[in-house]
């Protein structure tokens, strides 16, 4: 079931100054009939957004996301900026028994959809190779909200987990891909075989909630990297144990060489 946020009609839109520093993002927010919505948005990409946009109901194209874990929140989905994602935020384990897409509020600077937003932004002008940003959302009702986050699809891409199946997986780029990231201190929350995805242009590292900037490199890049490796076995046990763990070796090794 698509989880719907309704607008009431008449309502006003104004610009939050200061939001971001980049001059190419702007939040507004204004009173719907479940609560306060706030969306951030990039506004060179995405015209006024609507509060629909964020429902994927609302799209007659849109297709549910599958073949890379998560939890069934995620719709490719046409927008005027072209092909997009669109995520919602949902809970999982025994959370999700009480409410499985609302969270408690503590500020938007907590809002999960708003801190991803902001990662992907940065991580994209490190010239690293994430989904492009495109809008934020938030509904505030009394203590709780929800949140989702619309980013530009990246096309016609396979992931890691399938080039592996497939025998054809570039171990080495791979391995080099997350040692940029790891130069900088991007720690990914859960790197696995489905969040790397290969096209034409090359390497993607999508699904970056809960991920974060570290001052540098330290002994949590092995941590990040142990779960990469336990969702390859998850992910491709059709594949022989020595096959994998050679791949993994190859990996391991750009990535060390990258790091140094």
Known sequence: MHTVFTAAAGFTWYTLAMIEQDGQTECVHFNGADGLCTVLYASKQLPAPDVCQFNASAYLSARLVSGKGGRGGAWFVQTSAGDAVLKHYRRGGRAALLSEASYLYTGLARVRSFAEYRLLSV????????????????LRSGMTCRAALLTRCIPEAQSFALRIRQGDAPWAEVGALLARFHGVGARHADLNANNILCNADGLHVIDWDKGRLCARAGIWTGRVLARLQRSIDKECPMVDVSERRAGFQRLLAAHNEGLV
């Open 123 to 138: 991580l994209r002008r490190h010239g690293l190779p994430v989904p492009e940003p495109l809008a934020a959302f938030c």
